[in-house]
Every structure is written in C-alpha cells, then in structure tokens.
C-alpha cells in the first residue's frame, strides 16, 4: 500500500489547498491542455492511442484524489512472475479450459499469500464443504475498511506529542509507533520570530489486532506531520491573536 501525507493544523489545510490547485491545474492540462492539441495533431495510429489513453482519464488520474492508489503496477507485475515462470516451464495450457484453471487458482493462490490466508486450508475448507472460512472477498472488504479506519485514525493523530499509543474498539485494538523521517525543525515562521511550535514528518507504523483473531495482524504505513510546543507562546503586534496560527 503506498504512503501519503497527513498534515495538521491551519498552515498544513492552506498547503493542502495549494497541492489541491497544483492537481487540479494538471489535470486541466492532460484533459483539455494536452489532449486536445494531440488530438487535433491528426497523426493516424497516435490519435488513436490518445483517445484510448482519454477514455481512461478518470482512472489514470485516480491517484490525484487517492493518494493512496499506487502510481505504477510493480506490484502487479511481481505477483505474475509465479504465472509466466509456470508458462515458460511447460509451454503454457494446452486448452481453453486449462488456460481457466491457471489463471482461476493462481489468482487464489496470490490472493490468499497477500490476505494472510493458507491456500491450501481454503481449497480444502471449499472442496471439502466445510466452508468454515470466510470468503476472500469478504477478507478483501475487511481489511479496506481496516486501511480506512486507519486512514482516520492518522488524521486525528499527533505524533509529536504522541509518538506511541493505542486505541481499543469493540472489535479490534490499533496500536502505533511513530520515528521522525525528516526533522524536528523549530524554525516555523511566526509574526514576532521563531514560532513557539516544533515540527517534523513521522513515518507511522499502525498495526491493527483482531481481538477474535488476535494471530494474524495486520500492519500499515501513513507518513504524518507532527508538531508540539517546546517554548512559550510570544504576545504579538496590536491587534494579533498570539492563540491563532500564523497564515
């Protein structure tokens, strides 16, 4: 899964709303700017790939507004590498049927490493009929919510002050750790001089323990700002609020 910034604060929201401007500005130019322009070109097989690469802009530019959808398809590609070497070894499925039952249990098998999951304990709990075990997809669906809760529970986080803790709910217990990546720096900007407030990015390692299964966690990275007061708060000019962050 890959690591985003979570940022604080009210100097953090206007950096964020200036990223949001930078994403937006290029999305304006891929969709309108760029395309349209190569479009126009009238270059044969090229408009051609063009229009395909437009017909896909929503899930290309996925990543603007999910910063935690990767940006490139390694992974995707790691995970085949089982397939292509089971294809170069026996010159690939003989039939229609045979080149279904590769992908079909491969798929699983992949499926199942990534989950946590014995692919030889779910064949047998299916084929036996036990059907004891949760679905694959329904461990799927589980640990997206899981990376969701995650997700808000990095946005609420402080690791300046907070460096390590944990949060008990009903069903399962998330517990983290954060190291500093970059910094602490206390040369924020401030009305009067050096702010009052300390800050660096932490690199936050969440992991997540379900209390009815407490043997397979799971483990996940967000990258996070953090912040804590190490000297006193300054009065500023006439007029400034020294309770209220600088702009």
């Known amino acids: ?23 937006f500005s290029l999305e304006n130019f891929l969709l309108e700017g760029l395309g349209e322009e190569l479009v126009a070109a009238g270059l044969g097989a090229l408009d051609q790939r063009i229009a395909k690469t437009l017909a896909k802009q929503v899930r290309l530019l996925e990543g ?5 959808v990767p940006l490139h398809n390694n992974p995707a590609e790691l995970a085949a590498r089982q397939r292509v070497r089971k294809r170069d070894i026996s010159f690939g499925p003989r039939t229609s049927d045979g080149a279904a039952a590769w992908d079909t249990f491969m798929t699983l098998s992949e499926t199942a ?3 946590g999951v014995s692919f030889y304990a779910y064949i047998h709990d299916r084929i036996s009929g036990q059907q004891s075990l949760p679905s694959l997809a329904a461990l799927i669906q589980q640990q997206v919510e899981l990376e969701r809760n995650i997700t808000e529970l990095a946005f609420s986080l402080n690791p300046g002050e907070r460096p390590i803790g944990e949060l008990l709910t009903a069903t399962h217990r998330y517990q983290w750790r954060a190291d500093a990546t970059q ?18 990015l932490y690199s936050v390692r969440f992991t997540v323990i379900d209390l009815a ?11 996070v700002a953090g912040y804590k007061q190490v000297r006193p708060r300054q009065s ?5 609020d020294a309770a209220r962050p600088a702009p």
Do not use: T
Request: glycine letters at 10%; hydrophobic letters at 35%; a positive charge.
């Open 183 to 200: 910094g602490p720096s206390d040369q924020a900007r401030h009305p009067v001089g050096i702010g009052p407030y300390q800050v660096a």
């Open 1 to 23: 899964m890959l690591n985003f910034l979570v940022l604080h604060g009210h100097r953090a929201r206007q950096i964020a709303d200036a990223f949001h401007r930078l994403d």
């Open 236 to 240: 500023g000019p006439p007029g400034f």
């Open 113 to 115: 490493k990534k989950l």
């Open 64 to 68: 603007l507004d999910q910063p935690q």
């Open 213 to 223: 299964a407490p043997d397979s966690p799971l483990s996940s990275e967000r990258v």
